[in-house]
């Protein structure tokens, strides 16, 4: 018999992580990964260009002390307060190798950023999913009421668009034990962010990304602010060459051209009120979003709940990839519709106007 290879068991129990569909080929309009509808500034493809020399035998700066010395200026914090890394996906994996160990419970609303179950998995910890409440908002005494080791949340969470605002975030934070993370992915394209608020409390760690703001999914940058002991304690755990030389030039050059991503943000954000408009005068009901997709929940048939999965699949025959929740009951009758150009997003209406005259 040959030796048979054995996972460690809590492996073994896990499911994959299933991203959203990338296809390779054909004409789609991608509304399905939340990806930037604009290109990256142009000072960051220049750059990269650049960069693309001898050089590239060299390891990067394990330090990413360039990207932090200019977060350090953005945000009003010494750069000891930062820590780079492989996308936020990285760190958020750092973090709860750090706190989080076999049987430690991790505590997150649910439905929520699909990621999360997986590294709970990963470090064979327990994950506490707490529903959302009826509206979709976030159930801030029942986090609490947890006293789990590790409160995960994404701020705005995805795939509702809705979060807390500061005062909340604050009021999170003074209440909650362990450490508590703000993953704001998509603070950019919102009001309220949470910076203020790990400055006051040594317990809360917020990440983000260059990756949905800066049009830079592909080249994997996001970083954490946290106290400098906390940060400290990442910087160990961390691969120490995470971040490729090119991502790291290309992640100064966008936050040296901040200005471009301001402008695109403000696109982003005033289509994203207007497709919100064109749905709900479609009967859809759509929820507040303060990031670059919106949450719309089909109006319901005669006696019974609507179904996305069919408009879902007409979007896709004509060439508009959106995110349909298979499998989650919740969101049976929703669609997450990443916001576009406004071209995009005028095509997509037109789809859904068309398939749904013909039914
Ligand atoms: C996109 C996303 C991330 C991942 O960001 P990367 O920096 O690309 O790894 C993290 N959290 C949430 C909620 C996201 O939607």
């Keep these: 018999m040959p030796n048979q290879p054995r996972f460690l068991d809590h492996i073994d129990r896990m499911t994959g992580y299933i991203p959203g569909e990338q296809p390779r080929q054909g004409q789609v309009i991608k509304l399905n990964t939340n ?11 220049e750059t990269i260009r650049e960069s693309v020399t001898q050089d590239l035998r060299k390891y990067p700066d394990a330090g990413a002390s360039g990207v932090r010395s200019r977060l350090s200026n953005i945000l009003g ?68 009421q947890e006293d789990a080791r590790v409160t995960l949340l994404a701020n705005p969470n995805s795939p509702t668009g809705i979060g807390l605002c500061v005062d909340q975030l604050g009021e999170l934070a003074q209440r909650v034990n362990g450490i508590l993370v703000i993953d704001e992915a998509y603070v950019d394209f919102s009001q ?60 100064e050059a966008a936050l040296d051209d901040i200005g471009s991503m301001h402008d695109h943000t403000k696109r982003v954000v005033a289509t994203r ?53 298979d499998g989650q009951p919740r969101l049976a009758d929703c669609l997450r519709i990443s916001v576009g150009t406004d071209d995009q997003i005028d095509g997509l209406l037109k789809a859904i106007d068309e398939i749904r005259s013909q039914t």
């Excluded at 203020?196 to 260059?210: E, G, M, Q, S, W």
């Design 273 to 325: 009120e207007r497709l919100t408009q064109q749905l709900q005068q479609r009967d859809f009901f759509v929820w507040e979003s303060q990031a670059n997709f919106v949450l719309a929940r089909l109006p319901a048939g005669a006696d019974q709940p609507g179904d996305a999965r069919p408009l879902y699949e007409g979007l896709k025959n004509k060439g508009y990839l959106v995110r349909y929740f």
């Design 35 to 45: 990806e930037n509808p604009y290109p990256p500034s142009p000072k960051v493809l």
């Design 192 to 251: 309220h962010q949470a910076i203020d608020v790990a400055r006051k409390h040594k317990h809360v760690i917020v990440t983000r990304t260059l990756s949905k703001s800066f049009s830079l999914a592909g080249v994997r940058v996001g970083f954490a602010f946290a106290s400098p002991d906390i940060v400290a304690g990442l910087w160990k755990v961390k691969e120490h060459y995470n971040v490729s030389s090119l991502s790291l030039v290309a992640a």
């Design 77 to 144: 914090a010494p750069p000891e307060h930062f820590v780079v890394g492989n996308g936020s996906d990285e760190l958020l994996n750092v973090i709860l190798r750090c706190f989080a160990g076999p049987g430690d419970r991790v505590v997150f609303p649910t439905p929520t950023y699909p990621y999360y179950d997986k590294l709970i998995a990963l470090q064979d910890a327990v994950a506490v999913p707490v529903p959302l409440d009826d509206e979709f908002n976030i159930p801030i005494d029942k986090l609490v």
